[in-house]
């Protein structure tokens, strides 16, 4: 690939998406199809094709669908992997874009982390959400879905690279809308609580 072209960065743009909601699938998914000669990834991500990558990267994706089927434990699995999967995504756009001069490059891995971090916080907040429902049915359910999610991101990232930016971008512009909203209604539920600063004195 170009040292920055439409395809790379649809790439990059899908991959850090999925990232966000699967970071170890998404590994191994890039590094066995890296490794086949089904994708022609940059020189700075052929790592990913080393068999003990894609190997380790399926490994732990076992355990990660595993726990993000139990209620409470996925929550917790998320909130460790906050510090997991946005760095991840960060290093990946960095690595990705070697051909590219800085600052750009430096751009390109934020950008990368910004558009996991809101794919992840999207996924752990409805996961959050989905918890308060004691039955387990509901995290079976959206667990599924999210695995189809990192599916359809990946195949787009590959094969319709303009698609999986358009996408990634909405999920950003989603993110901040969500985030927006919530720190409105904690600021209106403040001021309902807050004290008026009134004091009755008795005749």
């Not at 999925?18 to 970071?23: E, I, P, T």
């Not at 170890?24 to 490794?35: D, E, F, K, Q, S």
């Not at 000669?37 to 399926?58: E, R, S």
């Amino acid at each position: 690939m170009d040292p920055i072209s439409l395809p790379l960065v649809g790439l990059i743009a899908g991959s850090a998406a999925a990232c966000g909601v699967r970071l170890y699938a998404t590994i191994a998914i890039l590094g066995y199809l890296g490794r086949s000669g089904l994708l022609g990834l940059p020189p700075g991500l052929q790592v990913l094709t080393h068999p003990w990558v894609i190997l380790i990267a399926a490994a732990l994706y076992v355990v990660e669908f595993v726990a993000d089927k139990i209620p409470i434990v996925d929550s917790v699995w998320d909130t460790i992997h906050t510090f997991i999967r946005v760095p991840a995504a960060v290093l990946l756009g960095f690595a990705a874009f070697g051909g590219v001069p800085e600052p750009m490059r430096t751009i390109a891995a934020l950008v990368a982390g910004g558009v996991a971090l809101s794919a992840h916080g999207l996924k752990a907040s409805a996961r959050a959400a989905i918890n308060t429902s004691p039955e387990p049915v509901t995290n079976w359910v959206a667990s599924f879905i999210e695995e189809g999610l990192v599916a359809a991101l990946l195949y787009l990232a590959v094969k319709h690279p303009l698609a999986a930016l358009v996408i990634a971008a909405s999920i950003i512009v989603i993110f901040v809308l969500a985030l927006r909203w919530v720190i409105r209604t904690l600021r209106r539920l403040s001021r309902r609580s807050a004290p008026s600063g009134r004091v009755s004195t008795a005749d």
